[in-house]
C-alpha cells in the first residue's frame, strides 16, 4: 500500500546484469535511489572483492581532489557549489578525468614545493639584509671608540681575523621574539657575564615557508673572546632554532654585501610573482569545476562499491544480485535497467525477476518535506514493524495539538509561528547555508512542526483567553461585576459568584475574560484543565486501542480482535471513559440557575465518585442535597461497568493462549494424518514472537526459540501475562500521565504572569520623566525573559512532554516498532552523508 497510512510494499527482486551494462544500470539506479542492495557476498573480505581495485582508485582520486581543495581554502578561493544535474561519467570519460586530476596535482605539488624553496630563500636573504642593517649601528659605535684610529677595527670576525687593540669575536643573526628572554640568560650563564649581548627587534612580522604565518623576530648579535666561548655561543644558538649568517666585519664589505643581498631580493620577488601567478592560474581552471570533480569521484566510487555486493555466475558473463524494492516503483527499476544496457549497446539486455522469500522486508514510508519531520519523530522510537500502521500520519495532527495545551497562550504561539513561518518561506536559500551547528540543523529539520506548533498555541491561547498573560474582551463578558467600592473594599478581593455575577448564558469562545481579574481564578482553571487533561488522554488512549484493529485485518489476526482489542477497549472504556463521561455529565447539569437538586454545590466529586466505585462503597449525602448520584441507576452503572471491566482481564490474560493452544492442537493432528512436517508450529511461534529467525537478522523478533521447537502452552501464558498485567497498570498510570497537560499549562501561564505584574507592570508605572527610559528598559528586559524562558525553555518543556505522551502513552496501544528502516541506494544520501562528515 503506497500511502503514510502504511509502509510501502517491498518486493526482494534478482538483478541479472551484463558486465558491459553493469556500471551505466547501477548508475541509473543510484540516481532514482528506490533500491536497497543485499551483500551476497559477506564471507568475502573486503580486499577480495572483485572491484577492490576500482574502489582504491577512486580513493586515490578523492585524495586528489582532497588535496586540491586544500590549496585552494589556503588561498582564499570560492569553490561554486556543482551542478545539480551532474552525471556519472562513462569509462572513458572517467580516465579523462582521472588523467586531468593527476595533471592538476602534479603541477600543483611542483609550484608548492618551488614556491616554499623560492619562500625559504627570500626568508633567508630577508633575515641577512635586516642583519646587515640593524647591526651596522652596532660596529659603528665600534669603531667609533676606536680612539680616532681610522682603518682598525677593535672586531674579530669569524674566520679568526685580528685587530690590533683587541680579540672580540662576534655571531650575528636572528631569532624569535618570544625566546630571546631565555636566549639571553642561556648566554650569561653559559659564560658567567663574558657575553656582551645587542639586540634589535623587527618591527614589521616574517611569514613561515612552510605554514604561512607571521612571526616576529629579532636580530642579534653576541660579542665575545676566545674560541671556547665562540663555540658555545653557537651550541645555543641552534639549541634556540636561532638563524645564524655570516657578517663581514669591515664597512665596505658589509655595504657590498647589503648591496648584494637586495638586489638578490629584488629578483627572488619578482619569481615569487611570477610563481604565484601560475599557480593562481592552476587554480583557477580547477576551481569552477572541483565540486562537480568530486561529486562524480564520489558516484563512481558508489557505483564500484554496490557492485561488490553481486556475485559473478559460473560462465563470468553475468552478475547477479539482489534488492529490496517497493512494488510501486519495479516498473521504474526496470526502465532503469534497459537504459543502462541502451547506454552502452549492449545486445543482450540487463533484467531483473522477483523472487518468493520469508525474509521480512525493510520499512519505507515515503515522506516529503512536509511530513519527514513527524516520521523522523516516530522513528526516533523505533522503526515500525512492515506493514504496521504509520502513526506518524495522526501524529501531524496529535502532536501539535498537545504541545498547544501545554502551550497555550496567543502571545507566544505569534511568535513561534513566526519563527515557523520565516524558516519555511526562506527554506531554499536556508538549505544552502552549510553549517555543523547540530541545534539549527534539528531547528530548521522541523520547520513545519515549528509551524503548526505555533497555529495550534495561537488557538489553544484563544481558547484560554491568554494573550501574553492578559485576557481580551472580545465578545463582551457574561458576567456583572455586583460589587461597589464600599463591597469592594470589605471583600478586599474580587471573587466571581455565579449565583450573583452570571448573566446565564456562556462567552462566545473560550473563557469568559472576566476570570483573569478574580481572586478564585486558579481554583476554576486548575478544576477546568485538570478534567479537560483527563478526558483528551482518555480520548488519545482510545483511538490508539481502535488502530490495533487495522494492524490485527492486515495481519490476517482477525481473531484477535475479539481477544485482544474488544477486551482492552471495554476494561478502558467501562472505567477511564466513564470518568471523562462523568466530567462531561457534571458540566453539563449543575448550574446556579437549576433547581436544588443540580445547585453546584450537590456537585459530587469526580475522584471520589471513581474511588467509591472502585470500592463499591457510598459517600455521605451532601446537606441539602437529595443524593449523591447525578443520574438514576447511577449506583447499578457503575456495578455493571466494574463487573465487565474485571471479566475483561481474563479473556485478555487466557484467550490468546487458549487459541494458540488448540490451533496448534489442530496443526498436530493433521500432520499424524498426512505425515508431513508441520507448519502451523513455526506460524505459531511467529505469532507468539518466539521465532528467532528475525531477530537474527535485526527484524524485530523476540527471539528464544529455535524454528523446529514446539508451542508451549506456558511460555505463551507467560508471555500473555506480562502483556495483560502491562495494559491493565499501563491504563492507570498512563490515565494520570496525560495530567502533565495541566501542570504544564498551569506553570507556563503562571510564568507569563509573573513576568507581567513583576516586570513589566513595574515600567509601566513609572511616572514622570524617567518614565519613558524605564519602559524602554524594563521591556527590553520582559522580552529577553519572556523569549528565553517562556518561548525557548518552556516551549522545550512542552515539546517533550509532548513526545513522551505519544511514545509512551499513545504509541504503546498499537505499535511495535520492531522493523528496520529501507536504506536505498541513493547518489543524493551518498552526497549528503559525504558532506556531513566533511563538515563534521
Not at 295 to 322: P, S, W
Request: with cysteine; proline share 4%.
Amino acid at each position: 500500500m503506497g500511502s503514510f497510512f502504511r509502509s510501502e510494499e517491498m518486493v526482494l527482486c534478482q538483478l541479472f546484469l551484463q558486465p558491459e551494462a553493469a556500471y551505466t544500470s547501477i548508475a541509473q539506479l543510484g540516481e532514482m535511489g528506490v533500491v536497497q542492495f543485499r551483500d551476497l557476498n559477506t564471507e568475502v573480505s573486503s580486499f577480495q572483492r572483485k572491484f577492490v581495485s576500482e574502489v582504491r582508485r577512486h580513493d586515490e582520486l578523492e585524495r586528489k581532489l582532497r588535496y586540491i581543495e586544500t590549496e585552494m581554502v589556503k588561498d582564499g578561493f570560492e569553490i561554486p557549489e556543482a551542478p545539480s544535474d551532474t552525471k556519472v561519467p562513462n569509462p572513458r570519460e572517467s580516465a579523462d578525468l582521472e588523467n586531468h586530476l593527476e595533471k592538476t596535482e602534479s603541477e600543483l605539488l611542483e609550484v608548492s614545493q618551488n614556491a616554499v624553496n623560492l619562500k625559504n630563500n627570500f626568508l633567508e636573504l630577508t633575515e641577512l639584509r635586516h642583519v646587515l642593517e640593524k647591526t651596522k649601528g652596532f660596529f659603528d659605535e665600534q669603531e667609533s671608540s676606536a680612539h680616532g684610529e681610522s682603518g682598525k677595527s677593535l672586531i674579530h670576525d669569524e674566520a679568526g681575523q685580528q685587530s690590533t687593540r683587541a680579540r672580540l669575536g662576534f655571531v650575528a643573526g636572528v631569532i624569535e621574539r618570544e625566546r630571546v628572554p631565555a636566549f639571553e640568560r642561556m648566554l650569561w650563564r653559559i659564560s658567567r657575564g663574558n657575553v656582551f649581548l645587542r639586540q634589535a627587534e623587527l618591527n614589521d612580522p616574517l611569514e613561515d615557508p612552510t605554514t604561512g604565518h607571521q612571526i616576529y623576530k629579532t636580530v642579534f648579535v653576541a660579542f665575545f673572546q676566545g674560541e671556547q666561548l665562540k663555540s658555545r655561543v653557537r651550541k645555543v644558538c641552534a639549541g634556540f632554532h636561532a638563524s645564524v649568517y655570516p657578517c663581514p666585519h669591515l664597512p665596505e664589505e658589509r655595504a657590498a654585501t647589503l648591496e648584494g643581498v637586495r638586489t638578490r631580493l629584488a629578483d627572488l620577488n619578482m619569481v615569487l610573482n611570477q610563481t604565484q601567478d601560475h599557480r593562481l592560474r592552476v587554480l583557477t581552471s580547477a576551481a569552477k569545476d572541483l565540486q562537480m570533480w568530486t561529486v562524480m569521484v564520489r558516484k563512481m566510487k558508489a557505483i564500484y562499491h554496490a557492485l561488490n555486493m553481486f556475485n559473478m555466475d559460473v560462465t563470468q558473463k553475468c552478475l547477479i544480485g539482489e534488492c529490496w524494492a517497493p512494488l510501486a516503483d519495479l516498473q521504474r527499476v526496470r526502465q532503469a535497467l534497459a537504459d543502462g544496457s541502451k547506454e552502452v549497446g549492449s545486445s543482450i539486455p540487463s533484467f531483473l525477476q522477483v523472487i518468493d522469500t520469508k525474509e521480512v522486508p525493510p520499512t519505507y514510508n515515503r515522506t516529503n518535506k512536509f511530513t519527514k519531520a513527524f516520521q523522523k519523530l516516530i522513528d526516533s522510537y523505533g522503526v515500525s514493524s512492515y506493514g504496521e500502521v504509520n502513526p506518524a500520519l495522526y501524529t501531524i495532527i496529535t502532536f501539535p495539538f498537545l504541545f498547544a495545551v501545554m502551550f497555550g497562550d496567543a502571545g507566544h504561539g505569534l511568535i513561534v509561528t513566526l519563527f515557523g513561518l520565516w524558516m519555511v518561506l526562506k527554506e531554499k536559500s536556508l538549505m544552502k547555508i552549510k553549517t555543523s551547528s547540530e541545534f539549527w540543523n534539528i531547528l530548521f529539520g522541523g520547520r513545519y512542526i515549528i509551524l503548526l506548533m505555533g497555529l495550534f498555541s495561537i488557538y489553544t491561547g484563544f481558547i484560554y483567553n491568554d494573550v501574553l498573560s492578559r485576557g481580551m474582551n472580545i465578545f463582551g463578558s457574561r458576567w456583572i461585576n455586583p460589587y461597589n467600592a464600599t463591597t469592594l473594599s470589605d471583600n478586599e478581593n474580587l471573587e466571581i459568584n455565579p449565583y450573583e455575577g452570571y448573566l446565564g448564558t456562556p462567552y462566545y469562545f473560550g473563557i469568559d475574560p472576566a476570570w483573569m481579574l478574580a481572586e478564585n481564578k486558579i481554583i476554576f482553571l486548575n478544576s477546568y484543565k485538570m478534567k479537560m487533561s483527563i478526558i483528551f488522554g482518555v480520548v488519545h488512549m482510545i483511538f490508539g486501542v481502535c488502530l490495533s484493529v487495522v494492524n490485527h485485518r492486515h495481519f490476517g489476526n482477525k481473531i484477535y480482535i475479539l481477544l485482544e482489542f474488544v477486551p482492552q477497549l471495554l476494561f478502558l472504556v467501562l472505567l477511564f471513559a466513564y470518568m471523562a463521561f462523568m466530567m462531561l455529565i457534571k458540566w453539563w447539569l449543575y448550574g446556579p440557575f437549576d433547581e436544588q437538586r443540580w445547585s453546584p454545590g450537590c456537585a459530587p466529586s469526580i475522584l471520589i465518585t471513581f474511588i467509591n466505585m472502585l470500592l463499591q462503597s457510598k459517600s455521605e449525602v451532601l446537606k441539602g442535597c437529595e443524593t449523591e448520584f447525578m443520574f438514576p441507576y447511577q449506583y447499578w452503572v457503575q456495578i455493571a461497568c466494574v463487573l465487565l471491566a474485571v471479566l475483561c482481564v481474563p479473556v485478555m490474560l487466557f484467550g490468546k493462549p487458549i487459541y494458540l493452544s488448540i490451533k496448534n492442537k489442530r496443526a498436530l493432528k493433521r500432520e499424524s494424518l498426512h505425515g508431513h512436517e508441520n507448519p502451523q508450529g513455526i506460524e505459531l511461534s511467529e505469532e507468539l514472537g518466539l521465532n528467532p529467525e528475525p531477530a537474527k537478522k535485526g527484524m524485530g523478533g523476540h527471539g528464544g526459540h529455535d524454528d523446529d521447537e514446539e508451542f508451549s502452552f506456558g511460555e505463551a501464558m507467560v508471555h500473555q501475562s506480562i502483556h495483560t498485567i502491562e495494559y491493565v497498570l499501563s491504563t492507570v498510570s498512563h490515565t494520570a500521565s496525560y495530567l502533565r497537560l495541566w501542570a504544564l499549562s498551569l506553570a507556563h501561564s503562571q510564568l507569563s504572569e509573573v513576568l507581567w505584574t513583576k516586570v513589566l507592570k513595574i515600567g509601566l508605572s513609572i511616572k514622570g520623566p524617567a518614565g519613558p527610559v524605564a519602559i524602554f528598559l524594563i521591556f527590553g528586559a520582559w522580552a529577553c525573559l519572556t523569549i528565553s524562558i517562556l518561548v525557548l525553555m518552556e516551549g522545550l518543556s512542552a515539546f517533550l512532554h509532548t513526545l513522551r505522551l505519544h511514545w509512551v502513552e499513545f504509541m504503546n496501544k498499537f505499535y511495535q516498532g520492531e522493523g528496520y528502516a529501507f536504506a536505498p541506494f541513493s547518489f543524493k544520501k551518498i552526497l549528503k552523508h559525504e558532506s556531513s562528515e566533511e563538515d563534521a
